[in-house]
């Protein structure tokens, strides 16, 4: 079965560094995720992608953010100068707008921790 | 605005005892889904079940079941017969069609602990 994948499964990293989280998400999806997890909380919305550009991003999505798809087949989100804060795992999903349900297929995520 | 509402922050249960974990939502779209999640102490998301908001049938499977009613906006989930392996933290979530973009609301989740 098709699934999304990440990389890396851990980044460590120090404060102000730039740190860029990649996705592959399922082949024929044309939706793309990005969702945010600090440690103990609830799962949070980011940012939605689709058809090459930002469809919708949350408060937490800020300048320091970035959303690409290069080459067609990677998802990535760029994280430009990471704060302590910016420690959580990061969730890409997709989906693909089939059968009437709107289902996203979430990565196993990257976990970052910013020192 | 959409939300979503766990408020049993976390439940502790002797194994193979029945336990059910609330979901409480707000939306004011008349199409939505509602989802449950596991996450595991690896901390991947595994989908459990999805609903939409015109379908409320009752669901199971194997151990676990799902009661979604409209009228009290609930969509609760039940694992009978609880077993270690079900601890876990479990997240309800919301898609609604006016958010146009369908992102997905999570509630704050219950952790579950089952103790053998």
């Known amino acids: 079965e098709p699934e999304v994948t990440q990389t890396p499964s851990h980044q460590v990293t120090q404060m102000g560094q730039e740190v860029i989280l990649r996705c592959v998400p399922i082949?024929?999806?044309?939706?793309f995720y990005w969702y945010r997890q600090i440690l103990g909380q609830k799962v949070e919305f980011l940012v939605s992608?689709?058809?090459?550009?930002?469809?919708?991003k949350s408060e937490i999505f800020d300048d320091q953010f970035s959303v690409e798809r290069p080459d067609g087949s990677n998802f990535t989100l760029k994280i430009r100068s990471t704060k302590l804060e910016d420690s959580a795992m990061y969730f890409c999903?997709?989906?693909?707008?089939?059968?009437?349900?709107?289902?996203?297929?979430f990565g196993p995520g990257t976990r970052l921790t910013v020192t | 605005a959409q939300k979503v509402t766990q408020a049993q922050t976390e439940i502790s249960v002797v194994e193979k005892e029945d336990v059910t974990l609330d979901c409480v939502y707000e939306?004011?779209?008349?199409?939505?889904?509602l989802f449950w999640y596991k996450q595991p102490p690896s901390g991947e998301l595994v989908f459990l079940i999805r609903?939409?908001?015109?379908?409320?049938q009752n669901e199971i499977s194997g151990r676990y079941s799902w009661n979604f009613q409209k009228s009290t906006s609930s969509f609760n989930f039940t694992i009978t017969a609880s077993q270690v392996v079900d601890s876990a933290v479990y997240f309800c979530?919301?898609?609604?069609?006016?958010?146009?973009?369908?992102?997905?609301?999570f509630g704050t989740g219950t952790r579950l602990k089952v103790l053998a």
């Open positions: 999903a997709s989906r693909a707008r089939t059968g009437g349900f709107y289902e996203q297929y």
């Open positions: 979530a919301l898609s609604g069609v006016t958010s146009g973009t369908y992102k997905y609301i």
């Open positions: 992608f689709y058809n090459n550009e930002i469809s919708e």
């Open positions: 609903r939409n908001s015109f379908d409320e």
């Open positions: 939306t004011r779209d008349t199409t939505y889904y």
């Open positions: 082949s024929n999806h044309l939706y």
